[in-house]
């Protein structure tokens, strides 16, 4: 637990410095207060049969979506954020359109005012996944493309639960402590069934399949988690949103702590146009043994609603 709250302060404290140098917002009301936006980011670019500077023509897109749905009445608050994105791009004379981003998560929490202190008691929900199938490519012996599903809609998904306390400024600066979290893994049997041959089992027991073993098709952790964010504007029609999520699981390796960081930079050029770069980096040792590294530059169309 205390490796959580050492990872949190070093990735926020500095965004915290910031944001409270930012303007107060006046106190918030009661009620529901929702907001969301959707966005098209698309990048191309063509070559034509005489070019002879090198290049392949291609395209990529980027479709994503954000709704925030928060409930206040007197000292209980309920926050609920959706988001989902899928990206893909296409080479030309590539035979197949690859997964340039796939997620879809939400995030629930409840919590009741301590006095009239910026802490809540708290419970929190999250629940992720992906739209589709992820693939890994290769060639076979005529160098013709191979690919290889290795992810699905639900396959991994994860849920995580728990009480804690939750410190929060405003709906732009809150962290949430979870010292009590349990959380459910699952994947389809497809990735995980290898019969019952017991040097098989124990193969692939040695790399389990996002930690859950042979025959199997969910594991179960027990820890603990904290959750952050903070949306800065950084200059008129700069904002910059950093989401961070911890875990430890106290039933095995507790010093591998899982991080979850994305940082969303939103350049507005008008109402509806936008340029966006997101950078998010992960950590999850049952997944991949190091980090995990995403990167995205865009204009598109934005609108909020």
Same mark, same amino acid.
């Given at each position: 637990m205390k490796k959580l709250l050492v990872l949190t302060a070093l990735f926020i404290t500095p965004l915290f410095m910031m944001a409270q140098d930012a303007e107060e917002t006046e106190a918030p009301k009661d009620g529901w207060h929702k907001a969301g936006n959707i966005s098209l980011l698309f990048n191309q670019a063509a070559f034509n049969h005489e070019w002879t500077g090198g290049g392949s023509s291609n395209y990529s897109a980027n479709l994503g979506l954000t709704y925030d749905a928060n409930y206040r009445k007197g000292k209980l608050t309920w926050d609920n954020r959706i988001m989902a994105d899928y990206g893909i791009s296409r080479i030309r004379d590539d035979e197949y359109t690859r997964k340039t981003n796939d997620r879809l998560e939400l995030n629930s #929490?409840?919590?009741?005012?301590?006095?009239?202190?910026?802490?809540?008691?708290?419970?929190?929900?999250?629940?992720? *996944?992906?739209?589709?199938?992820?693939? *890994?490519?290769? &060639?076979?012996? /005529?160098?013709?493309?191979?690919?290889?599903? +290795? +992810?699905?809609?639900?396959?991994?998904?994860?849920?995580? &639960?728990?009480?804690?306390?939750?410190?929060?400024?405003?709906?732009?600066?809150?962290?949430?402590?979870?010292?009590?979290t349990a959380r459910l893994i699952f994947v389809a049997s497809e990735f995980t069934d290898v019969g019952n041959d017991p040097l098989a089992i124990a193969a692939f027991n040695e790399s389990p399949y996002f930690g859950v073993e042979a025959n199997e098709t &969910?594991?179960?952790?027990?820890?603990?988690?904290?959750?952050?964010?903070?949306? #800065?504007?950084?200059? /008129?029609?700069?904002?910059? /949103?950093?989401?961070?999520?911890?875990?430890?699981?106290?039933?095995?390796?507790?010093?591998?702590?899982?991080?979850?960081?994305?940082?969303?930079?939103?350049?507005?050029?008008? %109402?509806?146009? *936008?340029?966006?770069? +997101?950078?998010?980096?992960?950590?999850?040792?049952?997944?991949? %043994?190091?980090?995990?590294?995403?990167?995205?530059?865009?204009?598109g169309v934005t609108y909020g609603f």
């Open positions: #929490i409840v919590g009741k005012q301590l006095n009239e202190s910026l802490w809540y008691f708290s419970y929190f929900l999250n629940f992720k *996944t992906q739209f589709a199938s992820g693939y *890994t490519y290769g &060639t076979d012996a /005529e160098n013709n493309v191979t690919r290889d599903e +290795t +992810t699905k809609f639900l396959s991994p998904g994860y849920l995580q &639960t728990g009480p804690g306390m939750l410190w929060k400024k405003n709906d732009n600066l809150k962290v949430n402590i979870a010292p009590a &969910t594991r179960f952790e027990f820890g603990a988690s904290v959750s952050a964010y903070a949306k #800065i504007n950084l200059m /008129e029609n700069i904002a910059m /949103e950093n989401v961070l999520s911890l875990f430890s699981n106290y039933l095995e390796d507790p010093q591998n702590v899982d991080i979850d960081y994305t940082m969303n930079l939103v350049m507005s050029v008008n %109402k509806w146009i *936008t340029a966006n770069a +997101t950078f998010q980096a992960i950590y999850d040792d049952n997944a991949v %043994k190091g980090f995990q590294i995403r990167e995205g530059l865009g204009i």
